[in-house]
């Protein structure tokens, strides 16, 4: 009884207490209109506080432009907020209200800009802002590795065009084939960049010669390398990429295959003493650097040419005018792969000498491949072959970490890690006999299972599909890997020789 006289009351002060409360809120809520303030909503951020996305604001304008929420009453004095400069009211001039200087109807463009400069005025603009980059990369200006493009024709869109981009030109970060007054063929998803005032006459100076002008004006500000590549020519993208990672862009590199003519055609090449071009058949890599100084004379070059090869004239122009020369060293020519003969790439197979395969092996570019389906057996075998390299570095990995265990404590490891692969799953470990999942055994006549009712049954139905698929399916890896060597004496295989 004590005990709930206690509780009772308890109950009682808790209820006096809350109607208390009640009334002092009711008190202060319903006061005369002259002893409390009003509040309204804050007034909006003007648009040039904002940053490129409009859902966040800069963190240094919010206490310059934001209001008090708390307006003082309607005897207190009224304080004038200052007005962004960008807006203009009706009675100042301004025909429909406010204008917002970025709006595009009111802004005029440039259309003389290009890519590159748009972006550098972005960027002036944002630093002037003080808004924050949304990536690592457009902060600290990085670019990406290679930008890949390919000298084509029309007539070769729903061949070579084609087989390339199925094959190496999904690898590279940007490819692009550039044919006169072409568009990507129906069905073909091809990066086509059609080239007007321009013609599929051979050779193609007028076409590389423009190629290089649309590199430089619309790629130049996001890739590091870009290359001029027939389309004939294989590259393997993934070497190739970590091969020029090693190279610095920011060198003026001119960068191929170096060739300087035969002796009897230097003369109609109008080449001098020690000149050096790239070959363009096994491409030509050009550095950010070397394009930018190059750029000024293309068209002056492409006014003033003295042979058809457009190699040897982009080389004279690259030499004469920038001053840069073709990279001169043993290593290209064995990176740089080329066919003299033409005919290693010709058949229905790749070369398997192997004088060819080791060529194969270190070289990052081969040229020329002329038949659209070699690019695919090509693509396969290299394919193959970083395979066999990963398979080949998961087992050095699993060396090393295994030699690295025995500095481990022994007590934080369990048995199954000092052997068991990082990439398969470890076998499954029962904590107690009530967790072991149970199993059954099985031969060619009768399953046995962990089961006390009918512990042994006839083999039959799907079991018996599945007992004799695996029986076949044994019988054809050991004749592959054992043939003519392996012979069964007992059980249901007896007499059978593989």
């Known amino acids: 009884m004590p005990e709930m006289r206690a509780r009772a009351l308890r109950l009682l002060l808790s209820a006096f207490a809350g109607l208390c409360c009640g009334i002092f809120l009711s008190s202060y809520i319903f006061s005369p209109e002259e002893n409390c303030h009003r509040t309204e909503s804050p007034a909006p951020f003007p648009p040039d506080l904002r940053s490129n996305d409009p859902g966040i604001l800069r963190a240094d304008a919010v206490h310059q432009a934001q209001p008090s929420r708390r307006v003082p009453a309607d005897d207190a004095p009224a304080v004038a907020h200052p007005r962004p400069a960008h807006v203009q009211r009706r009675d100042e001039g301004g025909v429909d209200g406010p204008v917002h200087a970025a709006d595009p109807a009111n802004v005029k463009r440039d259309f003389s800009k290009t890519n590159m400069d748009v972006k550098a005025d972005a960027k002036e603009r944002q630093l002037r802002l003080g808004e924050r980059p949304v990536t690592v990369t457009e902060e600290l200006g990085l670019h990406k590795t290679l930008y890949v493009g390919v000298v084509t024709a029309r007539k070769y869109l729903k061949t070579r065009a084609t087989a390339i981009n199925n094959t190496w030109g999904r690898l590279v970060?940007?490819?692009?084939?550039?044919?006169?007054?072409?568009?990507?063929?129906?069905?073909?998803?091809?990066?086509?960049?059609?080239?007007?005032?321009?013609?599929?006459?051979?050779?193609?100076?007028?076409?590389?010669?423009?190629?290089?002008?649309?590199?430089?004006?619309?790629?130049?500000?996001?890739?590091?390398?870009?290359?001029?590549?027939?389309?004939?020519?294989?590259?393997?993208?993934?070497?190739?990429?970590?091969?020029?990672?090693?190279?610095?862009?920011?060198?003026?590199?001119?960068?191929?295959?170096?060739?300087?003519?035969?002796?009897?055609?230097?003369?109609?090449?109008?080449?001098?003493?020690?000149?050096?071009?790239?070959?363009?058949?096994?491409?030509?890599?050009?550095?950010?650097?070397?394009?930018?100084?190059?750029?000024?004379?293309?068209?002056?070059?492409?006014?003033?040419?003295?042979?058809?090869?457009?190699?040897?004239?982009?080389?004279?122009?690259?030499?004469?005018?920038?001053g840069l020369q073709c990279t001169w060293n043993y290593q290209l020519g064995k990176l740089l792969y080329y066919d003299i003969t033409e005919k290693l790439f010709r058949g229905k197979d790749i070369p398997s000498d192997p004088k060819t395969r080791k060529m194969m092996t270190t070289a990052l570019t081969l040229h020329p491949v002329k038949d659209p389906p070699?690019?695919?057996?090509?693509?396969?075998?290299?394919?193959?072959?970083?395979?066999?390299?990963?398979?080949?570095?998961?087992?050095?990995?699993?060396?090393?970490?295994?030699?690295?265990?025995?500095?481990?404590?022994?007590?934080?490891?369990?048995?199954?890690?000092?052997?068991?692969?990082?990439?398969?799953?470890?076998?499954?470990?029962?904590?107690?006999?009530?967790?072991?999942?149970?199993?059954?055994y099985f031969t060619t006549t009768t399953i046995y299972q962990n089961v006390e009712q009918m512990p042994a049954i006839g083999v039959?139905?799907?079991?018996?599909?599945?007992?004799?698929?695996?029986?076949?399916?044994?019988?054809?890896?050991?004749?592959?890997?054992?043939?003519?060597q392996v012979v069964c004496t007992h059980g249901p295989l007896q007499s059978l020789m593989f």
């Open 173 to 322: 970060p940007k490819v692009e084939f550039f044919a006169p007054g072409a568009d990507s063929p129906e069905g073909r998803d091809l990066p086509v960049v059609s080239m007007d005032g321009v013609d599929d006459a051979y050779p193609p100076q007028k076409k590389v010669f423009s190629m290089l002008k649309y590199m430089h004006d619309k790629m130049l500000d996001q890739y590091n390398w870009f290359l001029r590549s027939d389309d004939d020519l294989f590259l393997r993208p993934e070497e190739l990429m970590a091969f020029l990672q090693t190279l610095d862009p920011q060198k003026a590199v001119y960068m191929g295959q170096p060739g300087i003519g035969f002796k009897r055609d230097r003369e109609r090449l109008k080449l001098d003493d020690g000149e050096v071009y790239c070959m363009g058949g096994t491409g030509v890599f050009y550095s950010r650097s070397a394009l930018k100084r190059v750029r000024p004379y293309l068209d002056e070059c492409l006014e003033q040419v003295m042979s058809y090869h457009e190699d040897v004239e982009v080389g004279r122009c690259v030499s004469r005018k920038a």
């Open 374 to 440: 070699m690019y695919y057996r090509l693509q396969k075998f290299y394919t193959e072959l970083r395979m066999t390299n990963i398979k080949k570095s998961l087992e050095d990995l699993r060396v090393q970490r295994k030699a690295l265990l025995k500095y481990l404590p022994s007590s934080s490891l369990p048995e199954f890690q000092s052997y068991w692969p990082d990439i398969i799953p470890p076998p499954y470990r029962p904590k107690s006999r009530f967790d072991v999942i149970p199993w059954e």
């Open 460 to 484: 039959g139905g799907s079991n018996r599909i599945d007992v004799d698929s695996a029986i076949q399916t044994s019988k054809a890896i050991f004749s592959q890997l054992y043939s003519g």
